[in-house]
């Protein structure tokens, strides 16, 4: 009986916890992270936005309602891309359009970036941050408002499609205080003291035929900071395989752009387990398939100067070939960093 009465207490203890003390998984946050839009020409991306506060508004309160900023980073292609392809992955430029929409308590706001996006029409692609502001003031005054979850549709005319989650990042300070960057309008600064530091490192799975893309962010420095990656990979054997990389701004490009090591031809020629990946059931794996680790080793100035010597990143895994359609956010460590900025001069 006494045993009774102490599962009894304890599961009344639970009980009367918060629901977001038990949550798990992704949770709602003051600033969303879209890792990909397609604007314009054969490509439509659809950007959903809840506002999950309840909180009635009054004659002399917003209640529950927030201002959510829409900033679209328009990248750039590089046009010497076609004769390096490297240069792909260093836009010449990443230019932000952004918008304010009003979002009453429980309210929801689903956009065609084609039309939301002003320089959408003629075919832009990069990232959306979307943060909750406060209302009574001017555009770029961030606050605390961790009630905001959202994702997104892409779609192309060649019948891609696929669906992501936003990334959220959580404000620390208390609900409906300013959360910018030593006050200053427009700077968000992730680095545990107004908002949730980034994860350290990212990771994901892949198979080889499939081609998939990556798209990954820099949140280190401003558009003009160039960001070494590393990459750890393993293929189905645990057999360790490496790859460097360096970017500026935003890219979604396929695997095999990023290294040579990702493609099937390049992986069947390493000792793999024979029996991954059996596709046909007769015993023996047809397809190669691994997983990484992908960090930052540092930041640079253009020129060659070390701006720091850890950055931050996000990404996902978009479409790959046309028989593979799909998409996700890429797995996030443990382990934190405090570089994370967006909009830094």
Same mark, same amino acid.
Not at 108 to 116: A, E, K, N, Q, R
Not at 128 to 140: I, R, T
Not at 155 to 166: E, I, R
């Given at each position: 009986?006494?045993?009774?009465?102490?599962?009894?207490?304890?599961?009344?203890?639970?009980?009367?916890?918060?629901?977001?003390?038990?949550?798990?998984?992704?949770?709602?946050?003051?600033?969303?992270?879209?890792?990909?839009?397609?604007?314009?020409?054969? +490509?439509?991306?659809?950007?959903?936005?809840?506002?999950?506060?309840?909180? &009635?508004?009054? &004659?002399?309160?917003?209640?529950?309602?927030?201002?959510?900023? %829409?900033?679209?980073?328009?990248?750039?292609?590089?046009?010497?891309?076609?004769?390096?392809?490297?240069?792909?992955?260093?836009?010449?430029?990443?230019?932000?359009?952004?918008?304010?929409?009003? *979002?009453?308590?429980?309210?929801?706001?689903?956009?065609?970036?084609?039309?939301?996006?002003?320089?959408?029409?003629?075919?832009?692609?990069?990232?959306?941050?979307?943060?909750? =502001?406060? &209302?009574?003031?001017?555009?770029?005054? !961030? +606050?605390?408002?961790?009630?905001?979850?959202?994702?997104?549709?892409?779609?192309?005319?060649?019948?891609?499609?696929?669906? *992501?989650?936003?990334?959220?990042?959580?404000?620390? !300070?208390? =609900?409906?205080?300013?959360?910018?960057?030593?006050?200053?309008?427009?700077?968000?600064?992730?680095?545990?003291?107004?908002?949730?530091?980034?994860?350290?490192? *990212?990771?994901?799975?892949?198979?080889?035929?499939?081609?998939?893309?990556?798209?990954?962010?820099?949140?280190?420095?401003?558009?003009?900071?160039?960001?070494?990656?590393? %990459?750890?990979?393993?293929?189905?054997?645990?057999?360790?395989?490496?790859?460097?990389?360096?970017?500026?701004?935003?890219?979604?490009?396929?695997?095999?752009?990023?290294?040579?090591?990702?493609?099937?031809?390049?992986?069947?020629?390493?000792?793999?387990?024979?029996?991954?990946?059996?596709?046909?059931?007769?015993?023996?794996?047809?397809? =190669?398939?691994? +997983?990484?680790?992908?960090?930052?080793?540092?930041?640079?100035?253009?020129?060659?100067?070390?701006?720091?010597?850890?950055?931050?990143?996000?990404?996902?895994?978009?479409?790959?070939?046309?028989?593979?359609?799909?998409?996700?956010?890429? +797995?996030?460590?443990?382990?934190?960093?405090?570089?994370?900025?967006?909009?830094?001069?």
């Amino acid at each position: 009986m006494k045993a009774l009465t102490c599962l009894a207490t304890a599961a009344l203890a639970v009980a009367s916890l918060a629901p977001e003390v038990l949550a798990d998984g992704r949770k709602p946050g003051s600033v969303l992270i879209f890792p990909v839009h397609r604007s314009g020409g054969v +490509w439509f991306t659809i950007l959903n936005v809840s506002n999950t506060s309840t909180a &009635p508004s009054t &004659p002399i309160s917003f209640g529950g309602g927030t201002n959510a900023h %829409f900033e679209y980073v328009n990248v750039q292609a590089n046009p010497n891309a076609a004769v390096n392809p490297l240069d792909k992955f260093m836009p010449v430029g990443c230019t932000i359009f952004d918008r304010v929409e009003y *979002l009453t308590p429980a309210d929801h706001i689903s956009v065609l970036t084609t039309c939301h996006n002003a320089f959408g029409g003629p075919g832009q692609e990069g990232y959306v941050v979307v943060s909750a =502001e406060d &209302p009574s003031l001017a555009m770029g005054n !961030a +606050w605390s408002h961790n009630y905001l979850i959202g994702s997104e549709i892409v779609m192309s005319g060649l019948g891609v499609t696929y669906m *992501l989650n936003a990334f959220p990042i959580a404000a620390n !300070a208390g =609900e409906h205080t300013p959360t910018v960057a030593g006050g200053a309008p427009f700077h968000l600064a992730f680095d545990g003291g107004n908002y949730e530091q980034l994860p350290d490192y *990212l990771m994901t799975d892949f198979i080889g035929a499939a081609n998939s893309q990556l798209a990954l962010i820099n949140l280190t420095g401003g558009p003009g900071i160039e960001n070494t990656l590393f %990459f750890e990979v393993y293929n189905d054997n645990e057999l360790p395989l490496s790859a460097t990389l360096r970017f500026r701004c935003w890219f979604d490009c396929p695997l095999s752009s990023v290294s040579p090591l990702f493609t099937e031809a390049n992986l069947d020629n390493f000792p793999n387990d024979p029996q991954e990946l059996d596709i046909d059931c007769d015993g023996t794996g047809d397809l =190669e398939t691994g +997983w990484f680790r992908v960090r930052s080793t540092g930041t640079w100035f253009a020129g060659g100067q070390q701006h720091s010597n850890d950055g931050a990143i996000l990404g996902s895994i978009t479409a790959g070939h046309a028989s593979v359609r799909g998409g996700h956010l890429l +797995w996030e460590s443990d382990a934190l960093q405090g570089n994370g900025t967006f909009r830094l001069p």
